[in-house]
């Protein structure tokens, strides 16, 4: 299994970006698809999960950020828009269960696959 994020890169504050979560070897179909972010000195922190029915976002990326996914492309995204520099982080995306709940997505150990991360840094 493989997990890939690109399109991350520099922004300006208020820009927007759109990253890419490109995935190969398992049924997207069957699976949620989380994104996290980790910036330095700092804890991992969930930032969106969606399983193509539901969508869970945290409060501080609500209104700003969107999951979406297409199956057909095997390929999850995440559009990044009002960007702000408390934004700047390396981005992942990672495999888990279609069946988590708004309890369970925020916790990284509930994903079984990550992959590389992407960086996004807001500056002017």
């Known amino acids: 299994f493989q997990l890939q994020a690109s399109g991350g890169g520099l922004v300006q504050p208020g820009g927007s970006l759109r990253l890419s979560c490109a995935t190969t070897?398992?049924?997207?179909?069957?699976?949620?698809i989380g994104w996290f972010r980790q910036a330095p000195g700092k804890e991992r922190e969930g930032i969106s999960y969606?399983?193509?029915?539901?969508?869970f976002y945290s409060t501080f990326v609500k209104d700003r950020f969107s999951i979406s996914r297409d199956n057909a492309k095997k390929t999850v995204y995440l559009q990044m828009n009002s960007l702000k520099p408390e934004d700047t982080a390396v981005y992942y995306c990672?495999?888990?269960?279609?069946?988590?709940?708004?309890?369970?997505?925020?916790?990284?150990?509930?994903?079984?696959?990550w992959g590389q991360g992407t960086l996004v840094t807001v500056s002017s």
């Open positions: 070897g398992f049924n997207l179909d069957a699976y949620g």
């Open positions: 990672a495999r888990a269960s279609a069946r988590l709940i708004f309890s369970e997505w925020r916790t990284p150990s509930n994903y079984g696959y």
């Open positions: 969606g399983n193509g029915v539901r969508k």
